[in-house]
Antibody
């Protein structure tokens, strides 16, 4: 059974880098039909898609965060990570990792079904 | 980018009621739409993908319909676990924007 286990600090100082890791167990991250991604939810607000990565290394980011966000994958450890630089209080949120099931509609062109497996979530507070 | 809207923003209902939530995309996304349920303090759960396909393990009281720009999620016979917030998400190409959510609470 596929599981996603998140790790990383719950408190980050302003202007520092928020780093989280999601470790995949129960299946390989090297599956062509899946992307791996991050979503966040500020307190009392809705879901915000942050970005996705394919095991090949292809990445896709929320345009509003592109300049501060890096998502990476380590296939040898079966995990992927998020780094968000120069954080402020506005980055305080519940951060979630998830698997995105996809279908290749044309060579190297993927459309998506949905995020079918989720991590447990990490509440990150940005404060000095 | 494609924007997603949902209506209503909240709805009050009772156990056993039928509830319908709508989602609109600002541009045609064919049937590439997903629906999620998020119970308080929990991660979201995928309910419907490709606008109308029921995710494995999800109860058949959930159904989805629509294509192009207009979509709906219907819950027949609302259960206690269904008092939650529901989100739609475009799923054709990145960025995978979520709708703002619809909260279903107890009347």
């Amino acid at each position: 059974q596929l599981q996603l286990q998140q790790s990383g600090p719950g408190l980050v100082k302003p202007l520092e880098t928020l780093s989280l890791t999601c470790t995949v167990s129960g299946d390989s991250i090297n599956r062509r039909s899946y992307f791996w991604g991050w979503i966040r939810q500020p307190p009392g607000k809705g879901l915000e898609w942050l970005g996705n990565i394919h095991y090949s290394g292809d990445t896709y980011y929320n345009p509003s965060l592109r300049s501060r966000l890096t998502i990476s994958v380590d296939t040898s450890k079966n995990q992927f990570s998020l780094n968000l630089r120069s954080v402020t209080a506005a980055d305080t949120a519940l951060y979630l990792c998830a698997r995105l099931e996809s279908i290749e509609v044309r060579p190297d062109v993927f459309y998506h079904y949905g995020m079918d497996v989720w991590g447990q979530g990490t509440t990150v507070t940005v404060s000095s | 980018d494609i924007q997603m809207t949902q209506s209503p923003s909240s709805v009050s209902a009772s156990v056993g009621d039928r509830v319908t939530i709508t989602c609109r995309a600002s541009h045609d996304i064919s049937n590439w739409l997903a629906w999620y349920r998020q119970r308080p303090g929990k991660a979201p759960e995928l309910l419907i993908y490709a606008a109308s396909r029921l995710q494995s393990g999800v109860h058949a009281r959930f159904s989805g319909s629509g294509s192009g720009t207009d979509f709906s999620l219907t819950i027949t016979s609302l259960q206690p676990d269904d008092f939650a917030t529901y989100y739609c998400q475009r799923a054709n190409t990145f960025p995978l924007t979520f709708g703002p959510g619809t909260k279903v609470d107890i009347k």
